[in-house]
């Protein structure tokens, strides 16, 4: 009885393994493909180059020397050239967006005396897009409640002009303005733009120093300064940065004209269609109404952008 099973036990493993050699045989064989033009014996670093960067050796933020002989801001510089310029797609995007936004920023810059550089702050700050920070600073220029309405603007949940392009800038401009008269450089009014005058100044007095290249203030700040002038090396140079675009490859904003109205909008939506557009586009290039009507309770004079 035991040879019996033994034998159909064996019989069974014979036939199963037929059937797995002639499974096998059935099969098609495939090898690894390569694109045309490749060879697989080559590895990465054949084919990619991932390059350390040369440091200006004259760079400059706001006409105000960059002091790069200073071991720790020049590796900052490093750091931030290479993080921004190996981050390409934000990097792009950045081209992409100047080319929108700063004819409208740099005119205003000019206007209120305020140097040009002072654009790349506003790139460093919200990518020139119209974010909310975790601390609730809001638009390109990422102004908190306070100090928006301590420079002018209006702040409310109907109306909040941080995010009117225009009039953030001026309000941004006149901030800059004061912090540099207070602090006495350029530099460190843009330090103060996110840090705050009081934060600054009391660490200069603390540590008894002027610059803000012999101060120690805090990794953010610390960063926040070589941000910009890398945003400033990389926009001022996009070839020497690896970037190649072509003009329509960049943003543009579209043709408006404007619409002054000193009485209260019921509805937006239905405003926006009696001009001959919708909501939505009524709203991108009004981004600062914040509700599907205007209140102006005070019949306040407001110029609303209509497309073409």
Wanted: a neutral charge; hydrophobic letters at 35%; aromatic letters at 12%.
């Amino acid at each position: 009885m035991k040879r019996s099973y033994r034998f159909i036990a064996l019989s069974v493993a014979v036939v199963a393994g037929l059937f797995f050699i002639n499974a096998d045989k059935s099969i098609k064989k495939t090898e690894p493909t390569f694109k045309a033009g490749t060879d697989p014996a080559k590895s990465t670093s054949d084919t990619y180059r991932i390059k350390a960067l040369k440091i200006p050796e004259n760079l400059t933020f706001a006409g105000e020397k960059v002091e790069l002989d200073k071991t720790d801001i020049r590796e900052r510089i490093d750091r931030e050239l290479l993080v921004n310029t190996y981050w390409q797609s934000n990097a792009l995007l950045w081209f992409k967006r100047t080319n929108k936004y700063f004819p409208v920023i740099e005119p205003i810059l000019k206007e209120k005396g305020v140097p040009d550089d002072f654009k790349y702050l506003s790139v460093i700050e919200s990518d020139l897009r119209n974010v909310t920070s975790p601390a609730g600073a809001k638009g390109m220029w990422q102004m908190l409640k306070e100090a928006a309405r301590e420079n002018g603007l209006e702040v409310n949940s109907n109306v909040d002009e941080r995010y009117h392009l225009e009039k953030a800038t001026r309000a941004a401009c006149d901030y800059l303005i004061a912090a540099k008269e207070r602090l006495g450089s350029w530099t460190l009014a843009a330090a103060a733009y996110h840090a705050g005058n009081y934060g600054i100044e009391k660490r200069l007095e603390e540590q008894q120093v002027s610059s803000y290249y012999d101060v120690l203030a805090g990794e953010n700040t610390e960063r926040y300064i070589p941000r910009i002038i890398a945003a400033k090396e990389i926009l001022t140079h996009p070839e020497k940065y690896g970037f190649e675009f072509e003009k329509d490859d960049l943003y543009e904003l579209g043709p408006t004209y404007t619409v002054e109205v000193d009485t209260a909008i019921a509805d937006i939506a239905s405003f926006a269609k009696k001009y001959g557009t919708n909501y939505k586009e009524l709203k991108m290039y009004n981004p600062w109404l914040r509700e599907n009507k205007l209140n102006n309770k005070t019949q306040r004079l407001y110029q609303i952008k209509i497309p073409e």
